[in-house]
């Protein structure tokens, strides 16, 4: 398929994981990429996979917290790659969690990087896509947050359903310019972020059978599927929608 055919795309969070899934998915069907991230060594893997296939990539770290480096990774990419159609906002942090009086406030803050990023990435990629015809943003929100609640995940939870209230508000403010912004809120991903400490794959496994109705985890193929949708034109009339990827969990 090449319903990305032309366009140029950015993905934070995109040197591992779901951003990588995402990334390569994109470029598969004719984007060109480009892939941010803090490390550089997980930039270039990705860059790499995606230019073994034929696809067009290209990294550009970043840390989404840093103002100044947002609008460098917004710019970079539109001179390197000539443009800005698509934005996937992957960027995301686990921390350890706790009840809430037992958050340790660097942890809390630490936290809340997922809704700073996911803001400051918003603030770049809407001022380009403004100023040259419109575009679609995609933020990777959670399950956890404005779906359910889980014990121990307080200031995960408040920082993801942050950034689903930040889409909600951004897709009304900005689709009059012909900026779409939808959110995926997936559960639990076959990524390392889904596993408890000590979990092994097959621990999780076996703890999600029970679980989940579904009884699995997502494979990241799978996010990757629905962030595409939302992406392409088939999805034009989807605007401010949180898509739930969670196997029945929040039902």
């Given amino acids: 398929m090449t319903r990305f055919a032309g366009k140029a795309a950015l993905v934070t969070g995109g040197g591992s994981g779901i951003g990588r899934a995402i990334a390569s998915a994109l470029a598969d069907e004719g984007a060109a990429v480009a892939v941010s991230g803090r490390d550089k060594d997980k930039l270039a893997a990705t860059v790499d996979i995606i230019r073994d296939k034929g696809g067009s990539a290209v990294a550009v770290p970043a840390d989404v917290t840093n103002a100044g480096e947002v609008a460098a990774m917004v710019e970079s990419t539109v001179r390197e790659l000539g443009g800005l159609h698509v934005a996937v906002n992957s960027a995301g942090v686990l921390p350890p969690g706790g009840q809430i009086a037992d958050i340790v406030e660097e942890n809390w803050h630490a936290a809340m990087a997922n809704v700073t990023g996911t803001w400051l990435s918003m603030k770049y990629e809407i001022s380009h896509m403004r100023d040259n015809g419109g575009g679609a943003i995609i933020n990777l929100s959670s399950a956890i947050g404005s779906q359910m609640t889980m014990p121990f995940t307080g200031a995960y939870a408040t920082s993801k359903a942050g950034v689903s209230a930040l889409t909600r508000t951004a897709a009304k403010e900005y689709i009059s310019s012909g900026i779409r912004v939808n959110a995926v809120s997936p559960g639990p991903v076959e990524t390392p972020m889904s596993l408890l400490p000590g979990e092994t794959e097959a621990d999780r496994a076996a703890r999600l059978a029970g679980a989940l109705p579904i009884g699995r985890a997502a494979t990241v193929e799978e996010i990757a599927s629905a962030v595409l949708w939302l992406a392409a034109d088939e ?16 039902n």
């Fill in 235 to 250: 999805s034009g009339f989807a605007v401010g929608h949180d898509l739930v990827l969670d196997g029945a969990a929040s």
